[in-house]
């Protein structure tokens, strides 16, 4: 499978992820599943002239690829010009290459939200960029290249999202591919590949037992569970995090701090402070994924009263301050 | 006088663009484009102060850390708290881990796969080299990406993820490190260590941090096995010990409390005086106006501008421009093999890689160090108040140089913020006196165009831009 990538609006963070892809090298790990990238602006050889005509046989259909991948929000800004992002070397809008090169492609993955529904670039109050993602602008259909697009394999664009993109995202998604294709089944409506957004953030969540017994932290650095206080929204982000660890054994929440959300579009203005939770009478505004808001409430003043002292001590500490009591056999009357 | 534009200019972090005057071969003037715009500055506009936690990290996917870090810098400053000494040393560990990390990527993924291009066929390390550091196929990523995964798991302990990690906060961290944890962490940078010491120098990082001179340096290196050995090699026969000079004026805002700030010219070394600072617009897609202090700055498009080139303003330093970044660093800091490589050669390619390598082998041991001063059980994070109406300078060294925030609060809502990002330095363009930037200078006089060397290529990798940052 060839692969063709090109990045526009965003920060090259989802590449800088992917070359984490562990435990083996990603190159030697794609070769053997028969990707390479026949192009990619951070690790290619070639540049300048010798870049760009291998960009313009792609684009005139010379030369065969089958996935383009895009990283980075597009910019049809100012005035539907494109000018805040020409192509260097080319003179002609980064918008326009990927359109030229869409229609060539048999898949056309979104690698990341800023190319999935438009990201910080779209975020400007006005958004004076004309920021938009390949299909979508946030969570409206349409995009760059409109809501009926389909690629050669008849699939709109795989939208891998996140800020960034975990590498197994990526590589799963592109080894998937190249295996035995993708289908409509295999996406959910946001067209997120369901092999990493088919749960959420929360599932596998290391604070679980603080979350069960609304036992929040107060400040940051405190160990309880995030979600009244401080912003969490694992409960309603698509995502596997916590079930496939960050660099090793890393996640938003296991690192201290909320999950933000990163895979939803939209999540770069949600209408409050990023680390509080808003709130109305007290109670959360943004409750778990199919969760009736008066199940919630009736739960957690029933866990609020029944949380063991170890769980709300440590709760609002930065380390255990009372360990799990040991039961010793033969005792216990 | 014949014009080439040469682009895109990849294996750098984002999107660049050189326009080139050559007359006989040479260049005899260069012009830097920076042709993305994204707007940061004003997506931070009249959000919640500590917003900017949550998307400064998004301008860059290479120096996420090193902007967290301003920001928090910036936002403490605005608080009037510091962080604890464990929230200090963790955030000394998470900034080092990503600059070191940004120094590896760049010397193997980025830097050194232009010499195994074919224009070098005949040379006599070529074929070693190309085997070794071809883009993409290179024997070499086979051991370096596990390597990097493996030392970015530090993240994984210190900060949740990398990139894009909001542990970072102004009174220090939001991850609490375990003593176990603390165990981990010295293995790590131990793995890390072995994979230095084995493959990149072929010799113990104290051997390397001891070099003192380029003669001492370049003896050092030969018949040695080892990838830095290789590029001294390739480098010394191409003369890239002698070529990529720019003004030779350096700039640091200090980093990890184990570098100072200050500036480097002429062999004196001054004091950083933050109010020296200014941006000017005149070759940017930018407003015109007089050039101003950070603080006070403003960024409104204006793209139709005639004779602007860029989206990069041009940052001076008492009305120069400067160059910032590792060679930066050490010099200032006055290591001896930085220093002898500027006041013979001046900053060449060169003089720029050593001295990142040089910072491989000086800041793993200190982040050994600051592992073992981690208090576990003590706090990780101070508190504080932000007051409604403030202003704050956040001032940082990411892996390629000095970052800067400059923020103001008016009635609890950001106001105003403004970012100087090392590349915005190293790849300005001209001000308003047609000062060229650093790079443009350092360009200047080289062999381009049909049957030229990939020289250039070389000069504009050795300061390892990172372009979305420059703009932002």
């Known amino acids: 499978m060839k692969v063709l990538w090109l990045q526009s609006g965003g920060c090259g963070g989802c590449t800088q992820s992917m070359l984490c892809s562990e435990p083996r090298s990603l190159f030697d790990e794609l070769r053997d599943a028969g990707i390479e990238f026949l192009w990619h602006p951070a690790l290619s050889l070639e540049s300048g002239d010798e870049a760009l005509s291998i960009l313009e046989d792609c684009a005139e259909g010379r030369l065969a690829f089958d996935a383009l991948c895009i990283e980075g929000a597009m910019l049809r800004g100012p005035n539907g010009t494109g000018k805040f992002h020409l192509m260097a070397g080319s003179g002609r809008p980064l918008t326009e290459w990927v359109e030229r090169l869409a229609r060539h492609a048999k898949w056309v993955f979104a690698i990341g939200s800023c190319t999935a529904y438009g990201g910080f670039s779209a975020n400007t109050p006005g958004n004076p960029l004309e920021a938009c993602g390949l299909q979508f602008d946030e969570q409206t259909p349409g995009g760059l290249l409109g809501a009926g697009f389909q690629s050669s394999a008849e699939l709109p664009v795989i939208n891998i999202a996140g800020c960034p993109t975990h590498p197994g995202w990526v590589v799963d998604t592109l080894e998937k591919a190249a295996l035995e294709g993708i289908t409509a089944g295999d996406l959910d409506e946001f067209g997120r590949p369901l092999l990493y957004a088919g749960g959420l953030v929360h599932h596998g969540c290391a604070r679980n037992e603080y979350y069960e017994f609304k036992a929040s932290a107060e400040k940051q650095s405190d160990l309880g569970c995030l979600m009244e206080n401080l912003g969490c929204k694992g409960t309603q982000a698509h995502a596997d995090c916590n079930l496939r660890p960050w660099n090793g054994s890393g996640s938003c929440l296991r690192g201290g701090f909320a999950c933000i959300a990163c895979t939803e579009p939209g999540f770069e203005s949600p209408g409050h402070a990023f680390q509080e939770t808003p709130k109305l009478a007290g109670i959360p505004i943004g409750l778990p994924t199919d969760m009736p808001k008066a199940w919630f409430v009736a739960l957690a003043a029933l866990s609020k009263s029944a949380t063991p002292k170890r769980v709300r001590n440590n709760s609002v500490a930065d380390h255990t301050v009372v360990l799990p009591a040991i039961r010793k056999k033969g005792g216990g009357k | ?472």
């Not at chain 2, 220090?172 to 120098?201: D, H, P, V, Y």
């Open chain 2, 1 to 472: 006088m014949t014009r080439l534009i040469v682009g895109p200019f990849n294996r750098v972090e984002g999107d660049l663009e050189i326009s080139l005057d050559l007359e006989n071969g040479r260049i005899q003037s260069a012009q830097v484009n920076s042709p993305l715009f994204r707007g940061f500055e004003q997506i931070m506009v009249g959000r919640s102060p500590l917003d900017a936690l949550a998307i400064v990290p998004r301008i860059c996917g290479i120096c996420s850390v090193a902007q967290s870090a301003a920001a928090a810098s910036a936002l403490a400053d605005a608080m009037g708290i510091a962080p604890t000494p464990n929230g200090l040393l963790a955030r000394h560990l998470i900034q080092a881990t990503e600059n070191l990390a940004d120094h590896l990527t760049h010397f193997y993924l980025f830097f050194m796969p232009d010499f195994a291009r074919p224009a070098y066929a005949g040379r006599h390390w070529h074929s070693a080299v190309a085997q070794r550091f071809a883009a993409v196929k290179g024997d070499a990523t086979t051991e370096v990406l596990p390597a990097r995964a493996s030392f970015l798991k530090l993240m994984g302990f210190l900060a949740g993820r990398w990139p894009h990690t909001l542990a970072i906060q102004p009174g220090g961290s939001t991850r609490a490190i375990t003593a176990g944890e603390r165990i981990r962490l010295l293995a790590l940078l131990r793995e890390f260590r072995g994979f230095l010491e084995k493959r990149l120098f072929g010799d113990s990082l104290a051997g390397v941090s001891q070099l003192a001179s380029k003669d001492q340096l370049l003896a050092w290196a030969t018949g040695r096995a080892g990838d830095f050995p290789a590029f001294l090699n390739a480098a010394s026969d191409l003369g890239l010990d002698r070529m990529g000079r720019a003004y030779d004026a350096f700039l640091s805002y200090g980093a990890y409390d184990l570098f100072p700030a200050g500036t480097w010219q002429g062999g004196q070394v001054s004091a950083f005086d933050p109010v020296a600072i200014d941006e000017d617009t005149t070759s940017a897609w930018l407003a015109a106006g007089q050039p101003r202090h950070p603080a006070q700055g403003e960024t409104v498009v204006d793209a139709g501008k005639p004779a602007a080139y860029t989206w990069c303003k041009a940052p001076r330093y008492a009305g120069q421009p400067y160059e910032v970044g590792a060679l930066a660093r050490q010099v200032i800091a006055g290591h001896p093999l930085a220093l002898d490589l500027v006041q013979r050669d001046g900053a060449s390619v060169m003089a720029r890689v050593v001295a990142r390598l040089l910072e491989l082998a000086l800041v793993l041991p200190a982040m050994e160090g600051w592992v073992l001063a981690l208090q576990p059980g003590e706090a990780f994070c101070a508190h504080g108040d932000m007051p409604d109406d403030v202003t704050g300078t956040g001032l940082v060294e990411a892996a390629r140089g000095s970052l800067g925030h400059w923020l103001s609060i008016k009635r609890g809502r950001i106001e105003r913020y403004q970012i100087i990002a090392p590349t915005t330095w190293n790849f300005s363009p001209r001000d308003g006196n047609a000062l060229p930037g650093p790079l443009e200078q350092a360009l200047v006089g080289l062999p381009a165009g049909e049957g030229a060397p990939p020289t250039e290529q070389h000069v504009v990798r050795s300061f390892d831009p990172c372009m979305v940052c420059t703009v932002h």
